[in-house]
């Protein structure tokens, strides 16, 4: 992307980086919700052009620039609300309405910046629908990934408490880690389980793909490189024997920057409809 995109691209990551370190940093048992209600003045003053620090003015000058909404960045703080007080999701239009607020959000704000390609003529919603389903798809792989990190640590358990009882699985069983006493692998509930929930998050990947293509040169490769990387995570936690509980999946880095070449060729299939 030209210069002025990366900075903008930039100072958008570092305001959602500081809005997670709020819930999810060295800070962040002592956070309240009156915390969060400062930090969205404060948002509100960045959209006012009043600025606290420079990390903040680097928000404005991408303002000044690019035609951001507020609304997505209301929304996230909104999501960083749910985590305080929601350890559970029900089923999984609750778990979409949180993948929505910390991670759909993050297409959303990011679509001003990277714009449709010069000769796109659909609709717009088609791409804002495909960059928010990344979000979402990034946030399923994100939440399968670390589920004994987040069970074991915080007591968070994100994936939907209607999908383990449809597979027969208690939450006191996620919390405590599911291996078979005979072999020491992976309970075959938890692996039906994981295969179902892979499947779903992949299927979101393909809602996302249909957009890439549309948006503007410069920003198709970074895109499908994003999803490429990010997606090979599921296939990481095949490959652990889906033991997400005690073993973190992860593209080592060779392999990412093996996959850039594929992604390249990927943004460079001219696909607008
Ligand atoms: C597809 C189209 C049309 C546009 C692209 C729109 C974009 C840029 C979408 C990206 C959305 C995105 C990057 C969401 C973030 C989601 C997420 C799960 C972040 C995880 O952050 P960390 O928790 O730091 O992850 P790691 O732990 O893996 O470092």
């Known amino acids: 992307m030209t210069p002025e995109k990366q900075r903008a691209i930039w100072a958008i990551y570092v305001w959602c980086r500081r809005t997670d ?13 009156e915390a969060l209600d400062r930090w969205e003045e404060r948002l509100e003053g960045i959209f006012d052009g009043k600025p606290v620090d420079m990390i903040d ?8 620039r690019f035609p951001v909404d507020i609304q997505p960045f209301r929304d996230m703080i909104d999501g960083m609300r749910m985590d305080l ?13 949180y993948c ?16 449709c390609d010069e000769n796109f003529q659909g609709d717009v919603k088609k791409v804002y629908k495909a960059a ?24 968070r358990i994100y994936v ?14 996620v919390l405590r880690g599911m291996f078979s006493p005979s072999t020491g ?57 889906y033991n997400n509980f005690n073993q973190r999946a992860y593209v080592p880095k060779v392999e990412k920057f093996l996959m850039l070449p594929q ?11």
């Open 160 to 173: 939907p408490i209607e999908d383990l009882n449809r597979f027969g699985i208690t939450e006191q069983e």
């Open 185 to 241: 692998k992976v309970d075959d509930r938890w692996v039906a389980f994981m295969k179902f929930q892979i499947e779903r998050a992949r299927q979101v990947f393909k809602d996302a793909e249909d957009g890439v293509n549309c948006l503007h040169k410069d920003a198709r490769w970074p895109v499908w490189s994003a999803l490429d990387v990010y997606r090979n995570i599921l296939d990481a936690i095949e490959a652990n024997g």
């Open 132 to 155: 928010l389903a990344l979000g979402l798809a990034n946030q399923l792989t994100n939440i399968l990934r670390d589920v004994g990190e987040d069970a074991q640590t915080r007591n």
């Open 21 to 33: 370190e709020l819930v999810d940093g060295p800070n962040a048992s002592h956070i309240t919700p």
């Open 57 to 64: 003015a680097t928000l404005c000058d991408t303002l000044s």
């Open 263 to 273: 992604s390249y060729l990927k943004a460079q299939k001219a696909q607008m409809h």
């Open 85 to 97: 007080v929601k350890p559970r999701y029900e089923t999984f239009d609750e778990l979409y309405e």
């Open 100 to 115: 929505y607020r910390v991670a759909g959000t993050v297409g959303l704000m990011s679509m001003p910046i990277m714009g």
